[in-house]
DNA sequence: TTTAGCACTCGAACGCTGAGAGTGCTAAAA
DNA sequence: TTTTAGCACTCTCAGCGTTCGAGTGCTAAA
């Protein structure tokens, strides 16, 4: 495929742009008038022939304008787009609304996807951090009433799980304690196997604690990412690409099934040519879903290696904002990277 | 208004059956050959126009069949849906997935959403139970690295909040431990009031700690309830009534923005003339929201009263299943109530 | 190499028309 | 008095031809 002149890449510039704009084929005229060219409509023209040959740009039907390609898309967003940042005061407001809010995971999640879709201005989903490894980091008993207790188990990393649970006989606080300070010093710092594999000389309360630990630290063990947050899904609607509702509901369907991530990441890590900054975008589905053809993918992973890890991204039309959507999901996978090595519990 | 006789009934109740399932207006030949009606449909004409002059249906031009009118489905609702159960089937399968779930608020909440949503066939909220008065019961300590700590604070009810504190100084365990065990010992059952309103002789590390405990149960305090999960959007997207993807948009913002259950709520208590064990019908946002005015919301409050209530509902075109929404609404209440209750921290 | 000129193409919009579904009215039947 | 058959009337919708205009590709001149 040779490569493209300087006007070429203008003009495919130009035509994308324009095309993410309106939603309208573009043609030679209205490129001319609309961003003052000093060259002429026939030139264009010539151009537009070459772009569509060498197939960056289509045309719907014989007399229509052009349209870019998934190919198109691609050259743009690979070689084309320069790089931006966003404005340094919107990351400093953003920045800032996450460390006025109290350290919960859930509302950071929940305001990750809120910015990432407003940001956007398409449908952003967020993993939660999951910890690659599930190690045992403290465990807390609370007497509640009668045979019930609350168990509060803290993992490695910082993931909270809780739980109630009912033993077989009322036990006081004090024996709830002294057991929690016994499993607390043995197990620090190890994962499901080593605790399965230890014979400890427990007594009946703090073997059947033991083996709660077990079970949900194998829970988690199991699960292979966070949870999913979604928003921004009006967003999506509104486009005129699915104003064809049936298309619409597939799409949003695929959100709510709230495996898409993951299925991505899992399917291919090299997806496109071009990564930009640890930033991924993925066009027209590129093969892996029918769902995805007409939409964009952009996404991330965030957190701290090795440790925790989540994902987050958003998915639009092809024709979204992509300086938009890779800048903002750039910002917040370092933002998010940020608070979770901040707070990683150790 | 006069009385309904028993036909008029009838073929009302057939013209919004048939409504519901075809979206099209209900023609009189239709109805007589469709359930095999023993009068003609120049009898049914006569009723549908005495129908349509009490305002229960309405034509969309002069030829076309009729439609059911707010009020048409609102006395449809109060009066002539008869009441059913989810097949015990069905509840006991469901039941079972909330009992195998670990104790988790999050998870049943998603859960919750996810059931209610594919049930009922339309967009489903709930919102998490929260505790109408926020009341101290337990906070435990653990010593991270460096000068942090994580804090996890249990509230009356089961709610847990937890975060990440930065002392002044590096701390041991045994002395975040001694602090626990003192608050714990003070604090227990006391409201923010009480406590604030508290002269206790503390130390530094305990003051620092009672101070984010305040801070964090006045947060609690300050919520108007739990959070908004939300599922089943692609449900309401693929409706007719919504495929003007502009109406569609507004409606599913309104969803998004994760206040409409609560804002119901506050509006009026008194939602329809027929609130059915416990279930509000709102038919048509009945004057509160202009997005609602093709909408019909069934929602219910749950959980332990006086201790901790959430509320959950499902979203849908007036057009919606009303008897599977209704009583999906109220089994799922029913069942989020009893599970409230068992898990209930005193 | 660029550009003006021009014939050509094709979809969108518009208006017309006929078919069909459904009504309301009237008068006869029950 | 109630029900029903008959019938004229209304209004939407799908189909169809036509026009309009945007945009193209080609050619020949600059």
Chains 1, 2 share one sequence.
Request: glycine residues 6%.
């Amino acid at each position: 495929m040779e490569a493209l002149s300087e006007r070429q890449k203008l003009i495919l510039t130009l035509v994308i742009h324009e095309y993410i704009r309106t939603a309208a084929p573009v043609g030679s005229n209205h490129l001319v008038t609309h961003y003052h060219l000093d060259f002429s409509p026939a030139t264009v023209r010539n151009e537009l022939q070459a772009l569509t040959e060498m197939g960056y740009l289509r045309q719907p039907h014989t007399s229509a304008g052009r349209v870019p390609s998934d190919e198109g898309y691609r050259y743009f967003v690979g070689r084309l787009l320069q790089q931006s940042d966003m404005p340094s005061s919107t990351q400093r407001t953003i920045t800032h609304q996450f460390y006025q809010m109290r350290h919960d995971t859930d509302q950071w999640m929940r305001l990750a996807a809120s910015v990432l879709a407003s940001q956007s201005r398409a449908a952003s989903m967020v993993t939660a951090p999951h910890p690659e490894q599930v190690l045992y980091k403290h465990v807390e008993l609370i007497a509640t009433r009668g045979r019930q207790v609350l168990m509060v188990l803290v993992m490695l990393g910082g993931e909270i799980r809780q739980r109630l649970l009912t033993l077989s006989e009322p036990v006081s606080q004090e024996q709830l304690s002294a057991a929690a300070d016994r499993l607390n010093a043995l197990l620090q710092g190890k994962d499901t196997l080593a605790i399965q594999a230890l014979s400890l000389p427990l007594d009946a309360l703090e073997q059947a604690i033991l083996d709660w630990v077990v079970d949900e630290m194998a829970r988690a063990d199991a699960l292979p990412s966070g949870e999913v947050y979604l928003d921004g899904l009006t967003n999506v609607v509104g486009e005129p690409e699915f104003s064809d509702s049936e298309e619409a509901r597939r799409t949003l369907r695929l959100l709510e099934e709230r495996t898409l991530l993951n299925d991505l990441l899992t399917r291919s890590t090299v997806l496109t040519d071009a990564p930009v900054g640890g930033v991924q975008v993925l066009i027209g589905g590129e093969g892996s879903y029918d769902e995805l053809r007409r939409c964009s993918v952009v996404l991330a992973r965030y957190g701290a290696p090795g440790l925790a890890m989540g994902t987050l991204g958003v998915l639009g039309p092809m024709r979204m904002p992509y300086g938009r959507a890779i800048s903002t999901v750039r910002f917040l996978a370092g933002l998010l990277s940020e608070l979770v090595a901040d707070t990683l519990v150790e």
